[in-house]
């Protein structure tokens, strides 16, 4: 029996790990046998303060329970009680909070304001487990068990390897299947001293603890390293995968020291039918972007203090919510405010990155600024005053009104890469606004 | 003809016009094409800082002239890379860039180079930040070709200070990716940085602020580039060269001690080729913070 292997890794913080279907990862999948898995979004929460740092990964797996497994690098050999399952409810709330978001203004009555609502975009979901393993011969291998143990549904092993090719013999003589192309990076990594773990799903453990979906697993330890691995990830990722990373800081926005970190576009005017399709919308907005960056690009999406949002897509996560997420400077205001004690010195930074290997050779490496400045992606729909008040102000408003829509539909057509003419066909404006258009000489004199 | 004529005249220039054009330039590149995060305010409050703490210092040691090359120079190279949300940041860096010029000084040379005091110390105290990766292939390779450019153009004899250090750093690089099994990709990626360019070319390259002779300043180079190494993969830092830079400075006066050489003498500057170079063996500098003249 073979049992797919996942590798998430996170060198100096690296983890590795996995999912089927429609989810990401920072890892690499080990696929069995013909098993067309591939990796396609993780979500990764890094807490981080003078090196000590908590990594929440989020599991998002979708394939036979019994298949999952995970590979996942760390600087460090961990202990027990640094590792930890996590909320997977909290980091969907996360999700929320930071989310692209849509607001809607009203006009006002021109001839004498208004009222907004917000939808937001989401990220992701999660699902179910398993498998199991044992250790034998490693001695041979150069490959040891430092350590077994079992945290939630999850069996860690904890393993210190010599040489790449026995931790590679030892993990397919496991049953693992390791891609073409992992060994050299395997092999670096060892050299530059990272540690190496496995998780699987204790299907025992699952079953009694009745979970549907597996739950994030966390690591706690201490580095100086501020990377996420992403090298592993690639080696046989069918095409670019997408990394969502959540930072908790205290003094600021994290950016990356070896890419470009861009921010999305945001605030612009987008036709109002967009609503209806927020998804898309952004989706495409986001791969030309990506295009835009030549595939090198790292992109902000949110930067905020946690106290606080404007348009809030989700309140801000409470104390007790960010404790669970790694937060360990601020106790002690977590134990005083009950409930939705309000998180001070803690900043929060989502970037999204799609990646592969021929863009980004290299791991990404982290920098906290002392920057605070906000940022969301936020995108506007601004509905028309549809009164039939008539004054020299409203004739003017509905003459702006056209130019308006047009310029609305120029930037949905820039922002997504869409055709100009379905836009304008879709808004509707293509007939509302060519008889208006006139040559400038007939806007000079206006007769 | 005309094109030796031409390259005759330019480097007769002040090859400091040369690189007050080419920051100039990448800097509204990098402002308008690269949105880099700095206001126009926070670029005129630089220069304007940075030209004033020159006159003030001029003025103040009561030196014969008021150039403003040198401090165009600092304040430009800071606006590239220092990044802040206060103004007042931007300009405590660039008076803190020139004044250091005039305070911090051992035998009548300036210590450390003016823009890589000013950005360490902003560093160390949290008041801004550098975004080393910020510049993206395209503005990277036009940078890399006219700050190779300027060598050939100025053909500046301080040029091996910044050759011998791209070269032990870049050949580090490269050791450690064929030691680590790891493609060349990584490595060439290591150095796509538009900093370590400005590192290279305007700041390591002070002829005030390294050794006086040609193997001192090799010998430096060397120092910097392992203590920049050390700093990005012994640390696990960003901003390495900078780090390098400051901790090996004090060297300076050492090397100078055990290879002796000709102190630079800006009023007096020679390409370093010719005769007038063995009794007085003064050079262009390649990049630069203009120094006291008469000093």
Redesign the interface.
Known sequence: MRRTLVSALTV?VGLLVWSGSASAFCGFYVGKADTKLFNKASEVVIARHDNKTVITMANDFKGEVKEFAMVVSVPTVLEKEQIHIGDPAVLKHLADYSAPRLVEYFDENPCQVMLYERRSMDALKSLPQAASARPERERALGVTVEAQYTVGEYDILILSAKESAGLETWLSENGYRIPAGAS?VL??YL??GMKFFVAKVNLGEQAKLSLAHLRPLQLAFE?????LPIRLGTVNADGAQELFIYFLTK?GRV?????????LPEAQEIPLYVKDTFGDFYRDLFTQQVKR??E?GVFMEYAWDMNWCDPCAANPLSAEELRGLGVFWQENIGRTGRGMGQAQNVFLTRLHVRYDAAHF??DL?F?E?????TFQARYVLRHPWAGQDECPAATAYRQQLRERYEREAQTLATLTGWNIGDIRRTMNIETASAPIEKQWYQRLWVN | MILDRLKTQLSSLDPRLYQIASLSTLLLYGVVWLHFDVSVLQIALTLGTALLTQYAGTRLLKLSSFDPRSPLISALSLCLLLRTNHLEVAALAACIAIGSKFVIRWKDKHLFNPTNWALVIMLACGFGWISPGQWGQVAWFGFLIVCLGSLVVTRAARADVTLAFLAFYIGLLIMRALWLGDPLTIPLHQIESGALLIFSFFMISDPKTTPDSRMGRVAFALCVALAALYVQFGLFKPNGPLWGLIACAPLVPLIDYLIPGTRYDWSRPSNGHGPAAASNPVLVPLSIHQQRRSL
Not at chain 1, 255 to 263: D, G, I, K, Q
Not at chain 1, 369 to 373: F, Q, Y
């Open positions: 100096f050299s092999h670096s050299k530059q580095s100086p390293k501020f990377m003094q950016e990356t020291t070896n890419y470009r970190t861009v921010r960056e030549s090198r050779p290299e490496v920098q600024t002392s920057d605070r400045a």
